[in-house]
Protein backbone atom coordinates (compact mmCIF):
# COMPACT_ATOMS: atom_id res chain seq x y z
CA UNK A 1 0.00 0.00 0.00
CA UNK A 2 1.18 3.68 -1.29
CA UNK A 3 0.18 6.71 0.75
CA UNK A 4 1.42 9.86 -1.11
CA UNK A 5 0.54 13.54 0.51
CA UNK A 6 0.93 16.88 -1.27
CA UNK A 7 -0.40 20.08 -0.27
CA UNK A 8 2.48 21.05 1.92
CA UNK A 9 4.02 24.81 1.54
CA UNK A 10 5.10 28.23 3.48
CA UNK A 11 2.38 30.63 4.75
CA UNK A 12 2.36 33.39 6.64
CA UNK A 13 0.80 32.69 10.10
CA UNK A 14 -3.13 32.84 9.28
CA UNK A 15 -3.04 31.66 6.60
CA UNK A 16 -4.52 28.15 5.06
CA UNK A 17 -3.09 25.10 3.20
CA UNK A 18 -5.64 22.14 2.29
CA UNK A 19 -2.97 18.62 3.06
CA UNK A 20 -4.25 15.67 0.39
CA UNK A 21 -2.90 11.74 0.93
CA UNK A 22 -3.72 9.40 -1.89
CA UNK A 23 -3.67 5.99 -1.05
CA UNK A 24 -3.50 2.39 -3.34
CA UNK A 25 -5.76 0.86 -0.53
CA UNK A 26 -9.59 1.50 -0.25
CA UNK A 27 -9.67 3.67 2.65
CA UNK A 28 -13.49 2.64 3.47
CA UNK A 29 -12.32 0.08 5.90
CA UNK A 30 -9.17 1.79 7.19
CA UNK A 31 -8.55 3.93 10.14
CA UNK A 32 -6.73 7.17 8.77
CA UNK A 33 -4.66 9.67 10.11
CA UNK A 34 -2.27 12.75 10.02
CA UNK A 35 0.73 13.24 11.99
CA UNK A 36 3.14 15.80 12.18
CA UNK A 37 6.69 15.95 13.63
CA UNK A 38 8.41 19.20 14.25
CA UNK A 39 12.73 19.18 14.78
CA UNK A 40 13.81 18.17 17.57
CA UNK A 41 10.16 17.17 18.78
CA UNK A 42 8.30 13.73 19.02
CA UNK A 43 5.91 12.78 16.24
CA UNK A 44 2.14 13.52 17.33
CA UNK A 45 -1.26 12.74 16.04
CA UNK A 46 -3.10 15.66 14.52
CA UNK A 47 -6.61 14.07 13.36
CA UNK A 48 -7.62 10.74 13.01
CA UNK A 49 -10.57 9.41 10.52
CA UNK A 50 -12.39 5.69 10.39
CA UNK A 51 -15.83 4.85 9.44
CA UNK A 52 -18.78 7.07 10.30
CA UNK A 53 -18.77 9.92 11.95
CA UNK A 54 -16.15 9.47 14.42
CA UNK A 55 -13.87 12.20 14.26
CA UNK A 56 -10.86 13.21 16.96
CA UNK A 57 -8.94 15.74 16.87
CA UNK A 58 -5.70 17.04 19.24
CA UNK A 59 -6.61 19.62 21.68
CA UNK A 60 -3.84 22.09 19.78
CA UNK A 61 -5.70 22.14 16.33
CA UNK A 62 -9.49 21.60 17.76
CA UNK A 63 -11.62 24.55 15.49
CA UNK A 64 -8.53 25.17 13.10
CA UNK A 65 -8.07 21.82 11.41
CA UNK A 66 -10.50 19.82 9.53
CA UNK A 67 -9.74 15.89 8.42
CA UNK A 68 -11.72 14.07 5.92
CA UNK A 69 -12.09 11.78 3.01
CA UNK A 70 -13.64 10.89 -0.23
CA UNK A 71 -13.63 6.87 0.05
CA UNK A 72 -14.27 6.85 -4.14
CA UNK A 73 -11.02 8.53 -4.42
CA UNK A 74 -9.10 6.87 -1.41
CA UNK A 75 -7.98 10.44 -0.74
CA UNK A 76 -7.62 12.06 2.72
CA UNK A 77 -7.63 15.48 3.29
CA UNK A 78 -6.54 18.14 5.94
CA UNK A 79 -8.06 21.55 5.57
CA UNK A 80 -5.34 23.59 7.98
CA UNK A 81 -6.83 27.32 8.30
CA UNK A 82 -5.76 30.10 10.86
CA UNK A 83 -2.36 28.56 10.83
CA UNK A 84 -0.03 29.75 13.39
CA UNK A 85 3.87 29.50 13.62
CA UNK A 86 3.78 26.86 15.85
CA UNK A 87 2.31 24.12 13.19
CA UNK A 88 5.42 24.08 11.80
CA UNK A 89 6.40 20.31 10.95
CA UNK A 90 6.72 17.54 8.63
CA UNK A 91 2.82 16.42 8.19
CA UNK A 92 2.28 12.92 7.43
CA UNK A 93 -0.77 11.12 6.76
CA UNK A 94 -0.69 7.04 8.21
CA UNK A 95 -3.37 4.33 7.81
CA UNK A 96 -4.12 1.01 9.20
CA UNK A 97 -6.64 -1.31 7.80
CA UNK A 98 -8.86 -1.89 11.27
CA UNK A 99 -12.11 -2.45 9.73
CA UNK A 100 -12.81 1.46 9.84
CA UNK A 101 -12.49 1.68 13.70
CA UNK A 102 -9.98 4.02 15.05
CA UNK A 103 -9.03 4.05 18.54
CA UNK A 104 -8.62 7.23 21.16
CA UNK A 105 -6.55 8.02 21.48
CA UNK A 106 -4.55 6.77 18.11
CA UNK A 107 -0.79 6.11 18.71
CA UNK A 108 1.42 6.42 15.69
CA UNK A 109 2.54 2.47 16.71
CA UNK A 110 -0.32 1.58 15.54
CA UNK A 111 -0.15 2.46 12.08
CA UNK A 112 0.57 0.06 9.71
CA UNK A 113 1.34 2.43 6.53
CA UNK A 114 3.00 5.75 6.17
CA UNK A 115 3.48 8.34 3.55
CA UNK A 116 6.85 10.53 2.90
CA UNK A 117 5.24 13.50 4.43
CA UNK A 118 4.57 16.98 2.98
CA UNK A 119 6.26 20.30 4.97
CA UNK A 120 4.16 23.22 6.31
CA UNK A 121 6.31 25.84 7.07
CA UNK A 122 4.11 28.89 8.94
CA UNK A 123 6.15 32.34 9.59
CA UNK A 124 4.69 35.22 11.99
Known amino acids: VRLVESGGGSVQAGGSLRLSCVTSGRIWTACMGWFRQAPGKEREGVANIGNGSRITYADSVKGRFTISKDNAKNTLYLQMNSLKPEDTAMYYC????????????????????WGQGTQVTVSS
Open 94 to 113: AAVWSGGYCPTPLPSSLMEY
